[in-house]
């Protein structure tokens, strides 16, 4: 069974799967760790599946476009948020209050001239 959901933040968009597995997380078709590069990305994707305790149940396959690096990491994390929500509606209490479910909104501002 495969669980969808969409993540979005700044410019960056995410589609991301759940399947039942052992952890493994890709990102464009390659390792997660390769793509991100850095350590603390790496963290910010992992952390709704810490939270609720998933990390070693599922596998995550999702593809990411648009702006950077950290605003792709952002937007699989929340991606990741709500299709564990669609596997099991009591997760939301535990990913709700850690921030896990919020859209970060903030896009660049444009350039006033004077």
Not at 27 to 56: C, H, W
Not at 65 to 73: D, I, P, T, V
């Amino acid at each position: 069974m495969k669980y969808y959901a969409t993540g979005r933040r700044k410019t960056s968009i995410a589609r991301v799967w759940l399947m039942p597995g052992e952890g493994k997380i890709s990102i464009n078709r390659r390792d997660a760790e390769s793509y991100l590069t850095r350590a603390t990305n790496m963290k910010f994707v992992e952390q709704p599946m810490v939270e609720t305790g998933t990390r070693e149940e599922y596998d995550v396959w999702a593809t990411a476009k648009g702006g950077g690096l950290s605003g792709q990491a952002g937007a699989v994390r929340l991606g990741i948020a709500r299709a564990l929500i669609r596997i099991n509606g009591e997760h939301r209490s535990t990913l709700k209050p850690g921030g896990y479910l919020s859209r970060d909104p903030r896009k660049k501002e444009r350039k006033k001239y004077d």
